[in-house]
């Protein structure tokens, strides 16, 4: 299985609406992130994390809480989110975080819009 | 500090064309690794090829080609007789020990290939 799940592929949710993005791999990775892409932008990163530990959080806002239950799934958890937060959520793993960067498996993303 | 720079923001080409991406990085460290990431329409990011700064022979992966030169920072990806399939977003990324291995990403190109 060489693949990254996300669910759901796509989500309109209300402003007050508390909802959560899923995302799975058995690579046996041990690494995984979360990615926010703006249309016609890059990818920028949001959380990483590290054997279920959270080792990066770059400076994302606390309506947006990242959660690794185990080694294999990947949880974002959305709360009280702005319309300016609609963009496509990406999660991605890697054999490891910071050395010998391997490169990243992609799930196919969870498109957001918030109304 | 890091940056990748992609200063094609669109190529337009008729099938069967080669085509060339560039992408020129800055980084201060010695030890990076660069990356290629496809992302079609359907929104995944496809990992493509990984180098690392030791390494600078050229790969070739079926129609695909890369030419890394350390002397001009450039990682220049080229698509030999492009196909309608090959219409994408491309991503060139860098990563390094300075920025502890995060990886960040170019504007990205896209890349239209006409049937």
């Known amino acids: 299985d060489t693949e990254v799940t996300q669910t759901p592929k796509h989500l309109v949710m209300g402003m007050t609406n508390k909802k959560s993005l899923k995302c799975e791999q058995h690579m046996g990775h041990r690494a995984m992130y979360w990615y926010k892409q703006k249309a016609k932008k890059p990818p920028e990163l949001m959380f990483v994390?590290?054997?279920?530990?959270?080792?990066i959080n770059e400076s994302v806002p606390s309506r947006f809480s990242p959660e690794c239950p185990n080694s294999s799934l990947l949880n974002l958890h959305l709360h009280a989110l702005q319309p300016e937060d609609s963009a496509l959520y990406l999660c991605?793993?890697?054999?490891?975080?910071?050395?010998?960067?391997?490169?990243?498996?992609f799930g196919s993303g969870t498109r957001l819009t918030v109304v | 500090a890091q940056k990748v720079t992609q200063a094609q923001t669109e190529i337009s080409v008729v099938e069967k064309e080669d085509v060339t991406l560039d992408c020129v990085y800055e980084t201060r460290d010695t030890t990076y690794y660069l990356f290629w990431y496809k992302q079609p329409p359907s929104g995944e990011l496809v990992f493509l090829i990984r180098r690392n700064s030791f390494d600078e022979q050229n790969e070739i992966s079926g129609r695909y080609s890369w030419n890394f030169q350390k002397s001009t920072s450039s990682f220049n990806f080229t698509i030999t007789a492009s196909q309608v399939v090959d219409s994408a977003v491309y991503f060139c990324?860098?990563?390094?020990?300075?920025?502890?291995?995060?990886?960040?990403f170019g504007a990205g190109t896209r890349l239209f290939v006409k049937a």
């Open positions: 994390y590290s054997y279920e530990k959270l080792s």
């Open positions: 990324a860098l990563s390094d020990y300075t920025g502890g291995f995060k990886t960040i």
């Open positions: 991605a793993s890697s054999h490891r975080d910071r050395e010998g960067n391997y490169g990243y498996t």
